[in-house]
């Protein structure tokens, strides 16, 4: 092979790495003055930081000014807006008054509409929404803002939908989608979300066929810069999150795209997703996906949308979106074991591999297999051993996350350079074997079980071009193999960081492995390289720096606060009273009032109080009794209709509240209704918790309740009535936070919760 410096093919290695993210999304310019006709990121902010000002979950006052602020931006844009009001428990049983704001532009072929949807409403009770999703909703008014400058006269109507509710179970788009009659015309739409701050936007898609006409459309329509893999779509698809698309999906059979980015996910749900966190970058990519997908799909048909065929699907940068359908799946796999096989019998042949070499170099690669993936599993499990604070990070993704994944990283390549260097003894055509018949084997499995990931076999057919090369010529320019190994680079990359972002910290395995995975790809580079054990050591020391760097920020601070959580728990029957957390480890804040006199609840006591991650209070202690009023009660009818039992209640709040959550004990429940809407057979059927309902409350509206049982059973209800007013509330004097401490997102928090139950004998 001829000479090239191992530093400058490092070198490349790393510049196409960055490459790769920087050009995932456009870079921002002030851009106040742009024409009108163009969308504008400075004129998008304007709207985030108006919306973003205070807490608008369901219920707080701001809701209803950030309701009457969208109102007045489409006034101002020459539209004339709707509003849609309602209840709804949507699928998951939880009850709230709804308010969606509408408008429509009329097209010249009537009949076939896209909606342009994002949420206006936060999360309970602290967050302030500026990424979810204000600026979802800032991304739709300035590019259609945009687009009615340029006077264009659609063919297919056009809906904008700012969904409410959506926070506490998709409720918004669940009334629209149910009850309105413009969900009638909907064909497709597309959604803008947000799971934290920052980071390139990704598209996924909503539909309940093959995705075939949807990609080639979104590929017509061009988007500059288009984030999106089948892989990542397959694997969504498998999760439990939800959007307000998978609403119309499921009830309405409605195709649509999704855009949201999750990069900082520590800032999601909190009071820190606020307008100057929202990266400036990342609104203007939603930006670049609106505006050639509003112009392409005003106009397009959009009765020829579903498909019954799937596109293989992925970005690579330049080249944009690339497809190709299902059907070459295996025609691919096959023809790369083809291909393999007779480089293997002409490597033979050619004398250049040996079955010795060929063994040998499965050991190096097995080695750093084992241990990188051991690294992964127990890693992050050691380290939170060490910091024991992280566990109160909720999202799984802490403020020094980045840090840890670069080090997780270093790591995996000291253990690569390493093993390659005491055990790699063979050369690299027969260390290339290995690697080839374990990525076979990966894509088999992908062609199996996860078909949206087949394009990771683009990355084998690089492979074994080197594999071909490296046989047939004994001095190769280097260069070809850093070509060769672009597919790898730009496929993997972005999926190391990725996994853990979006799911976790939890899931740094997936980055250790994929690590592992890339390097053996790297093997034509990084095989001719002799300073192996250097680099080793360079990669490691690489990994001690960002583990120092991540332990130096492993703290918290006015930027990167601490989650921290507080309750008042009053039991309306034994006429006790509590201070509970769900923090771990207690900061002095919660230390005053769960200090040394703290004890572990009872397994069983309040822990199936709905929280996004079924996560449990950590720590009880005594509380002084304060004089609250409990909910009142009201049996309306008590009777028995054939095998049934009839109960009909009335709970109406004695105070300000914000939920109300009613459980049971285990019991058969044929029917339940609440304020007149009722609850699904399926829900009835699969509760979780023996929840019956949550009542988001508005105007301290009472919960009506319609239950039947069969006729022999004794019902207990337990209910939770919670207002989130500890810390301005008149009986307590509860100080505010300081600057390091926020919020934790994601359960009830600084509330005044009392629990009542009633047994019906």
């Not at 936007?201 to 500059?224: D, H, Q, V």
């Not at 399926?682 to 509206?701: A, E, F, M, P, Q």
Request: hydrophobic share 45%; glycine share 6%; proline share 6%.
């Amino acid at each position: 092979m001829k000479k090239f410096p191992t530093a400058i093919t490092l070198l490349l290695i790393l510049l196409a790495i960055y490459l790769g993210f920087w050009s995932s999304m456009p870079t921002y310019q002030p851009d106040m003055d742009l024409d009108k006709t163009k969308f504008s990121t400075d004129r998008a902010f304007i709207h985030v930081k108006n919306m973003s000002q205070e807490p608008h979950a369901v219920g707080f006052p701001a809701h209803t000014k950030v309701r009457e602020y969208l109102i007045n931006e489409l006034k101002k844009l020459g539209l004339e807006p709707v509003t849609q009001t309602g209840y709804t428990a949507g699928d998951w049983a939880n009850f709230s008054r709804v308010t969606n704001v509408m408008a429509r532009i009329k097209g010249s072929n009537p009949g076939n509409a896209l909606l342009l949807l994002s949420h206006y409403d936060s999360s309970p009770h602290s967050s302030l929404g500026a990424s979810d999703a204000a600026s979802g909703v800032a991304t739709i008014l300035e590019g259609v803002r945009a687009y009615l400058e340029e006077n264009n006269s659609p063919k297919n109507d056009i809906i904008i939908l700012f969904s409410d509710a959506e926070e506490l179970g998709l409720n918004g788009a669940d009334l629209f989608v149910n009850n309105h009659p413009w969900a009638k015309e909907v064909k497709l739409a597309l959604n803008f979300e947000a799971r934290g701050s920052g980071g390139p936007s990704y598209m996924l898609l909503e539909t309940n066929r093959g995705n075939g006409s949807l990609i080639k459309e979104f590929i017509n329509a061009n988007p500059t810069y288009p984030v999106a893999n089948s892989l990542v779509y397959s694997i969504y698809k498998m999760l439990p999150n939800d959007t307000d698309l998978t609403v119309f999906r499921e009830d309405r059979d409605i195709d649509g795209f999704n855009f949201a980015f999750i990069d900082d996910h520590f800032d999601y749900h909190t009071v820190r997703d606020n307008y100057d966190r929202l990266d400036a970058n990342t609104l203007a990519h939603q930006g670049t996906y609106l505006m050639p997908l509003l112009q392409h799909f005003s106009d397009a048909d959009l009765t020829h949308l579903k498909s019954p065929n799937d596109l293989v699907y992925f970005n690579m940068p330049y080249f944009r979106l690339l497809s190709y359908p299902f059907e070459w799946i295996w025609p691919m796999l096959i023809g790369a074991v083809f291909l393999f096989l007779i480089l293997i019998f002409h490597g033979f042949r050619k004398k250049v591999l040996t079955f010795t070499e060929i063994g040998t170099g499965f050991i190096p690669m097995l080695l750093t297999l084992v241990i990188n993936g051991l690294i992964g599993y127990f890693g992050w499990s050691l380290i939170l051993k060490v910091y024991p604070q992280y566990q109160d990070i909720l999202h799984g993704f802490t403020y020094n996350g980045y840090s840890y994944i670069t080090a997780f990283v270093f790591v995996c390549l000291a253990v690569g350079f390493w093993c390659y260097h005491r055990l790699g003894k063979a050369s690299i055509p027969n260390l290339l074997i290995a690697p080839a018949v374990l990525w076979l084997i990966i894509c088999g499995f992908l062609a199996i079980y996860l078909k949206g990931g087949s394009f990771f076999i683009l990355p084998v057919f690089a492979l074994l071009a080197s594999l071909w090369i490296l046989i047939g010529q004994k001095s190769p320019h280097p260069l070809l193999f850093v070509v060769l190994a672009l597919p790898a680079i730009w496929l993997y990359s972005p999926l190391i960081k990725m996994f853990p972002v979006g799911l976790g910290l939890k899931m740094i395995i997936t980055t250790t492995l994929l690590t592992s995975l890339s390097f053996f790809l790297l093997l034509p580079n990084i095989g001719t390289i002799k300073a192996k054990q250097r680099l080793a050591y360079l990669c490691l020391l690489l990994f001690i720096g960002f583990l120092v760097s991540a332990h130096l920020n492993s703290g918290f601070n006015k930027d990167n606060a601490k989650p921290t959580s507080l309750i008042y728990l009053l039991d309306a029957d034994s006429n006790t009273a509590q201070w509970t957390t769900y923090d771990k480890v207690l900061s002095p804040w919660t230390a005053q009032y769960i200090g040394i006199n703290k004890e572990t609840p009872r397994k069983t006591e309040h822990q199936h109080l709905s929280s996004k991650y079924g996560t449990g209070f950590s720590f009880v202690a005594n509380a002084p009794l304060k004089n609250m009023t409990p909910p009142k009660v009201e049996i309306v009818k008590d009777t028995i209709s054939g095998e049934d039992r009839l109960l009909e209640i009335i709970i109406s709040p004695q105070r300000p509240i914000n939920r109300l959550e009613v459980f049971t004990n285990e019991i058969e429940i044929s029917k339940a209704v609440i304020n007149t809407i009722p609850l699904t057979d399926y829900y009835l059927k699969n509760r979780n918790g023996n929840k019956l309902i949550t009542h988001y409350v508005s105007n301290n509206d009472p919960t009506y309740l319609q239950i039947a049982i069969p006729r022999q059973s004794k019902l207990e209800l337990t209910l939770y009535e919670a207002s989130n007013d500890l810390l301005n509330h008149p009986q307590f004097s509860v100080p505010q936070r300081p600057e390091d401490n926020i919020p934790t997102p994601f359960v009830l928090n600084d509330a005044i919760l009392i629990t009542k139950k009633i047994k019906f004998e």
